[in-house]
């Protein structure tokens, strides 16, 4: 029963440690997103500022590192840590370089690590699954702009699947949202709007019409965006 105890106090403290960490850690992937999307939109000088920022907050927290995790977490962290350090390395670079473009890169390299650290330490929330809407998104783009060469509805299967995986990830956020977030206007602009789009684009797939579904790719693509923004 005392080693019972004890494992269970220990696993508690190891959760407080991530909780501790990942709450600390806010500020900082704010700035991230934040400049993501700006170097996304060509933003070098901006996107500039927030990644300063955000490696005056990486430094603080590599410091400050051993009063987060428990010893069980404690290699992982500091791996972490160092290999962020190094990205942002990477990402100043390539903002002084003008290259927005590796800049994006790398800056969605760390941001993903982090979401992976937080799955692996039981901290999954609204905005992991948010972070992963972007692939699903991707492969839409891939179907979508394939069936945009040679519109049809028997070439329509690649999109309506994609699609169809696009929704289920956007429904499966919006059931993660907290009662706050989900009651939220802005949210529920957002998330409804695009899995209205997400369904719309495969019925004008179905239907050949190739304008209609370039239209609501386009829709979409700023539906993901801008989710991934204000609750990535």
Partial sequence: MALLAWSTLALGAESDGAKDFAS??????ANLR????YARTGNIA????ETEEAVTAWKR????ASSFPSPHTAAPMTEFLSRGAERLGAVAHALDSGDNVAAGRELQLLRQSFHQLRRQSGLYDLGDCVFE???????????ATRFGEQPAPARAGDTVAAAGVLRDRLQ???????ADIAERSEFRRLIDGAIAS?????????????PLVHRYLI???????????RFG
């Fill in 46 to 49: 901006l996107a500039q500022m």
């Fill in 133 to 143: 809407i972007a692939p699903a998104m991707q492969e839409l783009r891939i179907a």
């Fill in 61 to 64: 927290l590599e410091t400050n």
């Fill in 219 to 229: 829709e979409l693509q700023s539906y993901a965006q801008l989710l991934d923004f």
């Fill in 172 to 178: 499966r956020c919006n059931d993660w949202a907290r």
């Fill in 198 to 210: 997400s369904s719309e684009i495969a019925h004008a797939a179905m239907a050949g019409d190739g």
């Fill in 24 to 29: 600390a850690m806010e500020p900082v992937m």
């Fill in 34 to 37: 934040t400049a993501a999307s």
